[in-house]
Structures are given as structure tokens and as C-alpha cells.
């Protein structure tokens, strides 16, 4: 997790979000690369770059996103010439996100899961990501 660590979310939240108002207006998303033949990527949101270098597994934190729709560009890491997914994103304010790049490189897509950020009282919430590798992996049999 080389470059993928707390200076891109500083990049993040000083960069890309530091003109939104209040955590009320928006959403937390975090980003996972799950597809294993993929090379390491660079993400961007509205043409700016969250993430940079993220290579297989690797996963940010959630970061502040405003609610509403959002441009995601996925690209091989250090070549914007082509991006290997585009699309449109829609996320609710007060919402929680994990947004993954998973299948293999020639049917990659994303999936996008709503969190649940709710834990009861006395106990220990665990989010478990790698059903989506456990699938992938499944799916290839």
C-alpha cells in the first residue's frame, strides 16, 4: 500500500472535498481493488485523482464524498490514455459505500455495496471484503 496510504486521504480531503460543508451533506465511500489479474490503478472522482497505485486488495478508508451523482474513472496506474471503467455513481448523504473493482480484467466492473455503520452496544462490528474475492474466486472454477 506504498502511495495508498494516509497522503492520499490527506490529498482527498484537502483536494478533492475540502469545499463541502458538513458530514450531514454527504457520504462515507471507501474503495477496494478486487479484481487479482488487474494491474495497480489510479482512481478518480470528477476528474480528480483519490486514489493512486492501489494494487490488488488493497483498500482506503471512507472517505467524504458529497451526496449526489459523481464521475468514477478508473485507470492503469500512471497511463490516464484509457480508462478501464468509467461510469456515473450516485451516493445518499449519511450513506456508507464500499465501491470494488472486481471479476478479472477482461469482465471488470464494479460493485457497489451499501455499509452498515450501525453496531450495537457491547460488541465489535468486522466487515469482511473478501467475499468478493471468495466469489471471484468461485466464479472461476
Known amino acids: 500500500m506504498k502511495k495508498f496510504g ?13 469545499n463541502f460543508a458538513s458530514a450531514a451533506e ?18 478518480y472522482v470528477n476528474g480528480d485523482a483519490v486514489v493512486e497505485g ?3 486488495k488493497d483498500a482506503t478508508d471512507y472517505l467524504e464524498l458529497p451526496a449526489g451523482k459523481h464521475m468514477v474513472e478508473i485507470y492503469p496506474a500512471g497511463d490516464m490514455s484509457n480508462a478501464v471503467i ?8 449519511g450513506q456508507a459505500y464500499t465501491v470494488a473493482a ?26 469482511l471484503v473478501t467475499f468478493l474475492l471468495m466469489h471471484q474466486q468461485l466464479m472461476s472454477v
Open 6 to 18: 494516509l497522503s492520499v486521504i490527506a490529498l482527498v480531503l484537502s483536494l478533492a472535498f475540502a
Open 26 to 43: 454527504n457520504a462515507m465511500v471507501r474503495i477496494f481493488h478486487a479484481s487479482p489479474d488487474a494491474p495497480a490503478v489510479d482512481v
Open 54 to 56: 492501489a494494487e490488488f
Open 86 to 93: 468509467s461510469t456515473e455513481l450516485e451516493v445518499m448523504a
Open 102 to 127: 472486481i471479476n478479472d480484467l477482461t469482465n471488470l466492473e464494479l460493485s457497489v455495496t451499501t455499509d452498515t455503520m450501525m453496531v450495537e452496544e457491547g460488541k465489535r462490528k468486522y466487515v
